[in-house]
């Protein structure tokens, strides 16, 4: 099988063990635990599903495709490059993000939503389960769809493709939706200028 045909399957693959983790994970828990609420036990080990899934794609990599997890090459620049870097992409989200969440605000009239305060409740005084979630949301989304399905998508179709993925969460609002938009959007840019900073 050539090269492209492994990082289409590979990208298929991907998807296909997040789309099975995210609608089977919780009912999976649910009869495991034998009970139907929402625990910060049972979102822990949603997250380690996630990191499985991390690692089942990193073994493809390295096992089926026999090629670096992240194709792209370094590129080397100074250390202020990287500081005005983080700076300038703090603000193009920072200041995009709360432009776009006035917009919404004034156009609709949402609320927040019931399963946003839900989790609150699970993350409330629960620092470790916190830090993991942040830490499952940066790094697993990242190397998954920017470092590992991006890289394969622009090497299968071609330099130019505009795309940014981004998974959509149920309990969000349009005005979250927007801020991630944004945020991707500004990265996107700002990759597609400097090609392997992000």
Known sequence: MSLNGKYSIGIVLTFALLAMTMLYIFPFLNSLFETKTLTAEKFFYSRVALWFVLIITFLYSFLIEKNSFLLWKERKYSFLFYIGSVISLYFICAFGGAFLNVLVKIATQEKF??????????????????????????????????????????????????????????????????????????????????????
Not at 122 to 147: D, S, W
């Open 113 to 198: 939503s019931g399963k946003l305060l839900q989790m609150t409740s699970l993350f409330k005084n629960n620092y470790l389960l916190i830090i993991f979630t942040c830490l499952t949301a940066g790094v697993v989304e990242e190397l998954l769809m920017r470092g590992y399905i991006q890289t394969r998508v622009e090497k299968n179709l071609c330099k130019s493709v505009f795309w940014n993925y981004n998974f959509r969460h149920p309990f969000w609002n349009s005005s979250q939706h927007l801020r991630n938009d944004w945020s991707g959007l500004g990265a996107f840019l700002y990759r597609r200028r400097f090609c392997d900073v992000l």
